[in-house]
């Protein structure tokens, strides 16, 4: 406002001088912020009337606003409007637009899902929001896991099994991969001999001498590996040991290391330790059945389901 | 009667102006907080089959990770309190209930979402991965910004002052015993096996054997800040079995 417009306007001041001269004018407030406010005013009182609001006694008032919502035994309950009670209404409304899917995804054998383009579409939406939010901070966005940690999802090579029951097992129970260190049963060399032959397996050059000594005690009692990864080394889903003859590798960092002597200390690194850290948690208590189901079919077409 | 107010007797009186402050901002904290202490559905009862109460106190080493949680300010990225709404539901599992806090002071509810809520996250994740997501989290989820913590797994527990800790908490109303009938109280609530957990004469001893049993930081050299932390990250939000109630049954609590 320019100074002489506010001169020229006379308006009142509060009527007390500070400092001697110093004075205050007291404008009124504008009529739409006064209407303004009692409006808000209004608002606060019908909210009380139709939501729940005062305390009294040991209670509170419901408020008149009413909301419908069908139950656990699906029955319509109508009750004082709540948060928890809309949220109700809101899955209800939710179950029916997925429920024909997940009826079906639940009704059907893994075969014929898979043939299914309808519910491929479904699972294809709804497998990738699952895996968005509950595997991929381990398996990573596209399940091709992590060296070290996490193992690849989408390809063929699996620890448990990629057939439709394995993978609904593995998901609902969880996993913990363990394989006994061997620093104290075995002498450095009789590791290093080792070493050499089960990268020897997959085709690395290697010593051929200690690779031949490593292949008898990889066979023998005194290192019983192939109790676990099996007479052909090719491994035994039953308990999680890996093949180690297929160039894949989960936990020893063969395929990031250039030189072979950085995959031998790889190797005989988890030889000399042993592995006790693949935890796969348990999904069976947090997610239901159906989303578990999808998930099974979601990771199965990731590209390595058997 | 000639009554003519005027808000320069308010306005040029301090100690006036003080009081009826004060008397305004009191009627909003009365209204708001007096209720919970009458209201007795607010916090909803979870028993088990036994009639035992399943929300229990944070162990002493939960407890101690509890403090390293509000000391590196998680809580400004991290909530933990999934609302009732469609969305979080969908992606977090059920709404938190008001008992599952009921224990906790200062409550970690927050509002600052930079992360995931953190209400239901025990269990969720490995041990494994949550040594390598706190010491370097863009190792395991390559687009995070949530900071590095890698000091919590080379720094040990300080415990010198954990009685008084829990002390402090049994002093604001959680159900940690001191007496011998305290502690049969909470046998009766909570069952023995958490009773002992409750009792501070034990806790030291306690915190110790936790810690080494659940080897949360993978290093079982000795007792890290990493170990607590994780102890009580892996407890978040699984107090509750849900599968024992039907779908609405924390509706009738409101």
């Given at each position: 406002m320019s100074k002489d417009k506010m001169q020229s306007q006379a308006v009142q001041t509060t009527g007390h001088a500070w400092d001697?001269?110093?004075?205050?004018?007291?404008?009124?407030?504008?009529?739409w912020w006064v209407w303004t406010f009692y409006l808000t005013i209004l608002f606060a009182i019908l909210y009380w009337i139709w939501f729940p609001a005062w305390p009294v006694a040991k209670g509170y008032t419901p408020g008149v606003g009413k909301i419908t919502y069908v139950d656990a035994k699906g029955v319509a309950q109508t009750t004082h409007w709540n948060t928890r009670a809309d949220l109700m209404r809101e899955m209800n409304g939710l179950a029916a637009i997925q429920k024909p899917f997940f009826?079906?995804?639940?009704?059907?054998?893994?075969?014929?899902?898979?043939?299914?383009?309808?519910?491929?579409?479904?699972?294809?939406?709804?497998?990738?929001?699952?895996?968005?939010?509950?595997?991929?901070?381990?398996h990573q966005a596209g399940g091709q896991g992590k060296i070290g940690f996490f193992p690849n999802l989408a390809d063929d090579d699996w620890l448990y099994g990629g057939q439709f029951d394995k993978i609904q097992e593995t998901v609902t129970q969880g996993r913990r991969g363990y394989m006994p260190p061997f620093g104290e049963a075995l002498s450095t060399a009789q590791i290093d001999q080792l070493a050499n032959y089960v990268l020897?397996?997959?085709?690395?050059?290697?010593?051929?001498?200690?690779?031949?000594?490593?292949?008898?005690?990889?066979?023998?009692?005194?290192?019983?590996?192939?109790?676990?990864?099996?007479?052909?080394?090719?491994?035994?889903?039953?308990?999680?040991?890996?093949?180690?003859?297929?160039?894949?590798?989960?936990?020893?960092?063969?395929?990031?290391?250039?030189a072979p002597s950085i995959k031998l200390a790889a190797v005989k690194n988890v030889i000399q330790n042993g592995l006790n850290k693949g935890v796969m948690p348990a999904w069976g208590q947090?997610?239901?059945?159906?989303?578990?189901k999808v998930l099974t079919v979601y990771v199965h077409e990731l590209g390595g389901g058997k | 009667m000639n009554f003519n107010f005027k808000h320069e007797w308010i306005e040029t009186n301090v100690g006036l102006l003080l009081v009826l402050t004060m008397?305004?901002?009191?009627?909003?904290?009365?209204?708001?907080?007096?209720?919970?202490?009458?209201?007795?559905?607010?916090?909803?009862?979870?028993?088990?089959?036994?009639?035992?109460?399943?929300?229990?106190?944070?162990?002493?080493?939960?407890?101690?990770?509890?403090?390293?949680?509000?000391?590196?300010?998680?809580?400004?990225?991290?909530?933990?309190m999934i609302r009732p709404l469609k969305d979080e539901a969908v992606r977090y599992g059920h709404y938190s209930l008001a008992a599952e806090s009921q224990y906790d002071h200062p409550f970690q509810w927050g509002s600052k979402r930079t992360g995931p809520d953190l209400a239901r996250v025990g269990k969720k994740y490995s041990n494994e991965w949550q040594v390598q997501h706190l010491i370097a989290p863009r190792s395991m989820v390559p687009e995070s910004v949530m900071p590095n913590?890698?000091?919590?797994?080379?720094?040990?527990?300080?415990?010198?002052?954990?009685?008084?800790?829990?002390?402090?908490?049994?002093?604001?109303?959680?159900?940690?015993?001191?007496?011998?009938?305290?502690?049969?109280?909470?046998?009766?609530?909570?069952?023995?096996?958490?009773?002992?957990?409750?009792?501070?004469?034990?806790?030291?001893?306690?915190?110790?054997?936790?810690?080494?049993e659940g080897n949360f930081d993978g290093d079982r050299s000795n007792i890290t800040?990493?170990?607590?932390?994780?102890?009580?990250?892996?407890?978040?939000?699984?107090?509750?079995?849900?599968?024992?109630?039907?779908?609405?049954?924390?509706?009738?609590?409101?």
């Open positions: 001697g001269d110093l004075q205050e004018y007291n404008n009124p407030l504008p009529r009826d079906k995804v639940a009704a059907q054998p893994y075969a014929a899902i898979a043939k299914d383009p309808e519910l491929n579409n479904f699972i294809a939406s709804a497998g990738n929001q699952l895996f968005a939010d509950n595997c991929a901070t381990c020897s397996l997959s085709g690395e050059k290697m010593d051929a001498a200690k690779a031949e000594t490593g292949k008898a005690l990889f066979h023998s009692e005194t290192a019983g590996c192939f109790y676990c990864h099996g007479d052909d080394a090719r491994g035994r889903q039953v308990i999680g040991a890996p093949n180690l003859t297929d160039k894949i590798w989960l936990w020893a960092n063969v395929p990031n290391a250039d947090r997610l239901t059945p159906e989303q578990i | 008397v305004a901002i009191s009627i909003g904290g009365l209204v708001e907080i007096a209720p919970l202490f009458l209201i007795k559905n607010t916090v909803e009862t979870v028993k088990d089959a036994k009639g035992l109460e399943t929300i229990r106190p944070y162990t002493a080493l939960e407890s101690r990770g509890r403090d390293i949680y509000v000391r590196e300010g998680c809580y400004t990225c991290h909530s933990q913590y890698p000091w919590l797994l080379s720094t040990p527990l300080d415990t010198s002052d954990l009685v008084d800790r829990l002390r402090a908490q049994r002093a604001v109303g959680v159900p940690y015993s001191l007496t011998e009938i305290e502690y049969q109280n909470n046998v009766k609530r909570f069952g023995e096996a958490v009773a002992q957990q409750l009792h501070i004469p034990n806790a030291q001893q306690n915190l110790v054997k936790q810690a080494e800040e990493l170990d607590a932390l994780i102890a009580y990250l892996q407890v978040l939000g699984t107090m509750v079995d849900f599968s024992q109630y039907d779908s609405d049954h924390f509706v009738t609590f409101r």
